[in-house]
């Protein structure tokens, strides 16, 4: 068995590959958070890799609000927190007494509702997802619940943002902050209630680094490459992707 119990160097590649996906969507190509999520469960197991991959989000989190804060868009971040905070204590309850295998099969679940919502964005063009306080708090409580259990809230809020035709840039600033605030209030949850944050997470979390800021670089060179009116297409089409991708893992 290799360093901290993984025994292939291929998992260690994947985990590497998992960061830099992550850095990737923190530099502002939203889409590619499903990738890391994807590859972190499949190499540590899936309540298991929530652990290793939070205190990078946390980490990654800081950086986006560093580069994107001017453009933050607070109308809609006030909108959403309140919501995805109960979400978030819905989703601590839920997944305290939860063995893997329901664990699992709540994530495919998850997971098959994205790629329906994706497709049906794709195939019907005339479909308006509605912008109003309604559907602000039903998407903040789906964006609490699943990014508790499985740092899966993404790919919602990338539609709930979609949904406001907010430019690419107060797009990028505004779930910025947004997760910010959501990924350290989840913090003391998985280290109290999950245990699943501890000295052997950090120390994996530290030996990936590097990719994450590789991938945060890439990512906001990308980005910055993109045309306004094409980010919207793209954002959809990743997510659909990333979607497709978790659920056949």
Known sequence: MGILGYHTVTEWLLLYIAAFCLGVSKGGLKGTELLNVTIMAIVLGSKQSTGVVLPLLCFADIMAVKYYNRHAQWKYFFNLL????????????AGMGMNEVLFRKIMALIIIVIVTVMLLLEIKKNIVIPASRSFGALMGLICGFTTMLGNLAGPFSNIYFLALRLPKNAFIGTAAWVFLVINFFKLPFQV????????????TDLIVLPALLVGFYVGVKIVGMIREESYRKIIIALTFVGGVFIFLK
């Not at 109290?192 to 120390?203: C, E, K, Q, R, V």
């Open 82 to 93: 309140p919501w995805m905070v109960i979400g978030i204590f819905m989703g601590v309850y």
């Open 192 to 203: 109290i209630f999950w245990n699943n944050i501890n000295s052997h997470t950090l120390y």
